[in-house]
Each structure stands twice: as structure tokens, then as C-alpha cells.
């Protein structure tokens, strides 16, 4: 029965781990890729799916909300999405 134990142990450990080819995967960067968020904004302009995800993220008070005030002050497309996606992620 330990047997049985170590070697489905063995099994569990050796179906988590991955050797990619000869590639090795960072965790680091694995994890900001994986956490960083995705919206379905296809059409809009870069600055605008900018904003909208700046503004949704602080509506939600995550980690990526932020407000580049810079952009705000000078992009209408950047303030515009921001806006936008404040007001919806918030729910007003």
C-alpha cells in the first residue's frame, strides 16, 4: 500500500512539471502575463482600450487600477476610455 502511495505521489508530482523543449518559462514573467487583464475591445483605438482598462481596474480597486494623468489631461481617446470603462465597471 506505501508503494502504491509513493508511486502515485510520484506520478501527480511528475504530471505537474513542464519541460517546454529546451525552453525554460519564468515565473515572473508567466505571471504577468496571466495576471495582467483582458478586455473584448476589437474596433476601439489603442489609447481608448488604454483608458477603458486603466478606468474599469480602478473602478474594481484592483491592482492595475491606475490613472495616468499625463494621458488624461492630454489624450481625449485615453480620458474617454477611462471614463467609460470607470463608470461601467462601477455600475453607474
Known amino acids: 500500500m506505501k508503494r502504491l502511495i509513493v508511486i502515485m ?3 501527480v508530482v511528475a504530471g505537474c512539471t513542464s ?3 529546451d ?3 519564468k515565473p515572473s514573467n508567466f505571471l504577468a502575463t496571466s495576471t495582467h487583464p483582458t ?3 476589437a474596433g476601439y483605438r489603442p489609447a481608448f ?3 477603458y482598462i486603466d478606468g474599469c481596474e480602478t473602478a474594481k480597486r ?3 487600477g491606475i490613472k495616468d494623468k499625463q494621458r488624461f ?3 481625449n481617446q485615453y480620458r474617454n476610455g477611462w471614463k467609460d470603462g470607470y463608470n ?3 455600475g453607474k
Open 88 to 90: 461601467l465597471c462601477l
Open 19 to 21: 519541460t517546454n523543449g
Open 62 to 64: 484592483s491592482i492595475h
Open 9 to 11: 505521489t510520484i506520478l
Open 23 to 25: 525552453k525554460k518559462i
Open 39 to 41: 478586455y473584448n475591445l
Open 49 to 51: 482600450k488604454d483608458g
Open 73 to 75: 489631461a492630454k489624450e
